[in-house]
């Protein structure tokens, strides 16, 4: 098990005081805007000064070369090369799988670029690739999504699966959370308010079904059910969500 155990937050306020315990695999840490989400990977990455910090593997303390943290944004150098970029943080922090990371975000092609004419999502392909690059046991990932189009979107999610033993990312996307996560952390107001297994939240579905142009959305406490029946009747079935989870996180 993984313990984050953090308290802190900016100018003498507290705005995060959170403990909590998740298993091995992905990891969804969720909440509404402003909820705290940012901050807690901060002060778990220990980037931020922190009034308690505590992470830990089944008991034993997480050293810095064990965690690996990617940030909403920024630490690139406009003035660089893709290429020369890479290769600083490689020697700096390591990169044992550069050659892995480079392919999945497609950066063979940006390698002779200047980091500063790059495009929002291209930066952020270059910056996953700084933390993809790294062997850790626990990966803090903020916003990883954020700026990518689709295509990458998925390499992304795809990857996080293989990333390490813990992964905790946080994302707005509900359907990001379904198709990678194994647990769920809720934050609202700094603190957890649901940790758990995603299948906790599963209770009461979401269904999106479409048949020709007609697109309905229904709720149902026996999902499977629900989408024989619609698929009975002629429906696509294109979605089916936990309606709890996108309550939780708006």
């Known amino acids: 098990m993984l313990l984050i155990d953090v308290a802190g937050g900016y100018k003498g306020r507290l705005v995060v005081d959170a403990a909590f315990e998740v298993g091995p695999g992905v990891t969804a840490l969720v909440g509404p805007n402003g909820s705290g989400k940012t901050t807690l990977l901060r002060l778990a990455a ?3 000064p922190a009034a308690r910090r505590r992470v830990a593997v089944e008991g034993a303390e997480v050293r810095p070369g064990d965690l690996a943290y990617l940030p909403t944004s920024g630490g690139l150098d406009p003035h660089m090369l893709v290429r020369d970029e890479l290769e600083f943080y490689w020697q700096v922090l390591g990169g044992e799988r550069r050659d892995w990371a480079v392919g999945l975000l497609g950066l063979k092609e940006l390698m002779g670029e200047k980091v500063g004419r790059l495009s929002h999502g291209q930066r952020r392909r270059v910056e996953l690739a700084i933390v993809f690059s790294l062997k850790r ?114």
Request: charged share 30%; net charge neutral.
């Open 137 to 250: 046991r626990v990966y803090l990932l903020d916003e990883p999504l954020k700026g990518l189009d689709v295509q990458y979107k998925d390499a992304v999610l795809s990857a996080l699966r293989e990333l390490g033993p813990y992964v905790i990312f946080t994302t707005h996307e509900p359907e990001a959370v379904e198709k990678v996560a194994q647990w769920v952390v809720v934050i609202r107001g700094g603190k957890p308010s649901y940790v758990g297994a995603l299948a906790g939240l599963r209770k009461r579905a979401v269904i999106r079904a479409r048949r020709g142009g007609e697109v309905v959305t229904v709720e149902s406490d026996d999902a499977d059910s629900k989408a024989a029946e619609l698929a009975a009747a002629g429906y696509t079935i294109e979605e089916i969500s936990s309606a709890e989870l996108k309550r939780l996180m708006t």
């Open 46 to 48: 220990g980037v931020l």
